[in-house]
């Protein structure tokens, strides 16, 4: 069954299960794991047998792209590498081991064409080789392919039925939540039934893929934003705004409580399983821990819900950064970056921050809202070494925090000015004449938030001013769906004095 291709959102909600509910959602969710395993183990036999054929060596020496494809192609049909034939497979199995009241057809395909994607993506080289999951590294989630049959989404009860297993949704109250209502309006496509470890229990939710765009909370503007995105801030320029803000203001690293709980976790492994350690303490390379002790299960259920508190206010930051961004304009331009490269030279800042995941956030947001996020060439336009007035590049240390225009006519700070630069550029080319007419009209907004100042008449390095980064953004945007005021919202982040979208430190 092809998916249609229309545009899709997501509208997750919590399910009521009761103890004997979830004895019976743990047992198919064992099938399902066991299921997965044995498809995935055939579909690594069939990809290791195609490979090892003679045809396939010479499909790969080729030239011609349709050729080859095709040739690949015919291969995969040939040897059973197909997601129909794998499917079938993964039906058989199914049916041998009398699962059909724990899963039905719908579920069955879907377990076996997410083994075969899985082999796929490994076979094209985009990802590594699948691992089987084991007890300790279960399935997650179990989804359908419509909501006609299997797991399936009744909007008139509120609840998700799946082969005569009934689970009420929590739903808010009437009126409480006009986006969640607006959002179950919507035509459910296929649903996702989910779990996962809160404070050391379990939770169900189940995800409906509903047709259509998500409803907004608030009215987005049209214009041109342009960004300087670092490992800890993005610098943000827009038509009425100017900022350097702060990445996950709220996340303060409990790095001292980790590494406590990590060390204590490693004494209890060393106490439990001393075969798996030699005469100087290190680990014995082929042995493997056996003994699980419950004050070990305790220490790794804090250490995870310690990360997953961690990453659940990460995205709620980067997705409010998004927001107030996509209230200035829907076509964001940034350099194109290498998060890998921010890993290797601010780790620790990296793992915090999570700039990577912002970026993603953001593109998403902003295709959504009918925009898009645009790449721009770091090579070739070097916003932080180029300057307007003269049209010239100049290297600066990391430590140069201030740019000294080429006229001598004012500093800049380097992170707002490579993000002015940016929304100025057009066709992956700097204008000087374009850059000059939307400096004329930034330079006042940049001098009154102090992003700009006069050139000191003695021109020492000193009177250059410190800034850091911003922590809160407030962003004055019109709701496009009436929702009730938020009392936590509205206590967290206070008014802006100056009535400008984002606020703004003063030196």
């Given amino acids: ?54 045809a396939w060596h010479k499909a790969r020496a ?25 499917s079938s497979f993964g039906t058989e199995c199914k049916n041998a081991a009398g699962w059909r009241g724990r899963l039905g057809a719908h579920e069955t395909q879907k377990v076996s064409e997410r083994a075969f994607a899985a082999v796929e993506a490994f076979g094209f080289g985009v990802r590594g080789k699948p691992r089987f999951k084991g007890k300790n590294r279960p399935l997650h989630s179990i989804e359908a392919k419509s909501n006609a049959a299997g797991i399936r989404w009744k909007a008139a009860t509120g609840c998700l039925e799946w082969n005569g297993l009934i689970l009420a949704a929590q739903l808010a109250a009437e009126g409480k939540d006009r986006w969640q209502q607006e959002a179950l309006a919507r035509k459910t496509k296929f649903c996702r039934l989910v779990w996962r470890n809160l404070r050391g229990r379990r939770r169900w939710y189940i995800q409906l893929l509903q047709a259509g765009t998500s409803p907004r909370k608030h009215e987005i503007a049209t214009g041109t934003v342009g960004l300087d995105v670092g490992p800890s801030c993005v610098a943000i320029v827009a038509e009425g705004a100017a900022a350097l803000v702060g990445f996950c203001p709220t996340i303060t690293q409990p790095w001292q409580e980790v590494r406590r709980l990590q060390r204590a976790l490693d004494r209890s492994r060393r106490a439990t399983n001393p075969h798996c350690f030699g005469p100087d303490g290190t680990w014995k390379k082929g042995t493997r821990q056996s003994v699980f002790s419950a004050r070990y299960r305790n220490l790794k259920t804090r250490i995870a819900e310690a990360e997953r508190r961690l990453a659940s206010e990460r995205k709620r930051s980067h997705g409010e950064l ?28 990296v793992k915090v921050k ?33 300057d307007h007035p003269t049209g010239q590049y100049r290297k600066k240390p990391l430590s140069e925090r201030w740019h000294l225009l080429g006229d001598e006519s004012a500093i800049v700070q380097r992170d707002i000015y490579s993000a002015f630069l940016a929304r100025c550029v057009i066709d992956n080319r700097h204008h000087p004449s374009h850059i000059r007419e939307m400096w004329a009209a930034a330079e006042p907004l940049l001098r009154q938030a102090r992003w700009c100042r006069p050139q000191p008449a003695s021109g020492k390095a000193k009177a250059l001013p410190t800034v850091k980064p911003s922590e809160r953004v407030a962003c004055r945007r019109k709701p496009a769906i009436d929702h009730s005021p938020d009392a936590v919202a ?18």
Avoid: W
């Fill in 322 to 349: 998004a927001n107030a961004i996509l209230s200035h304009g829907t076509v964001v331009q940034s350099e194109a970056l290498s998060c890998r490269a921010f890993q290797r030279r601010f780790g620790r800042s």
């Fill in 1 to 54: 069954m092809k998916r249609s291709t229309t545009p899709s959102f997501v509208l997750e909600l919590p399910l009521a299960v009761a103890p004997g509910q979830e004895r019976i959602l743990l047992g198919r969710f064992e099938a399902a794991r066991r299921l997965y395993n044995a498809v995935l183990g055939e579909a690594l036999r069939r990809q290791r047998l195609m490979r090892e054929a003679r």
């Fill in 354 to 386: 999570a700039p990577g995941l912002f970026l993603q956030i953001l593109r998403r947001k902003a295709e959504s809202a009918g925009g898009e996020v645009r790449d721009l060439n770091t090579r070739t336009l070097k916003m932080s070494q180029y």
């Fill in 490 to 507: 509205a206590t967290r982040e206070p008014g802006n004095p100056d009535g400008s979208a984002f606020r703004t430190p003063y030196l």
């Fill in 62 to 86: 080729l030239k011609d792209k349709k050729e080859r494809a095709a040739t690949f192609r015919k291969l995969g049909a040939d040897y059973g590498f197909t997601s129909s034939a794998l």
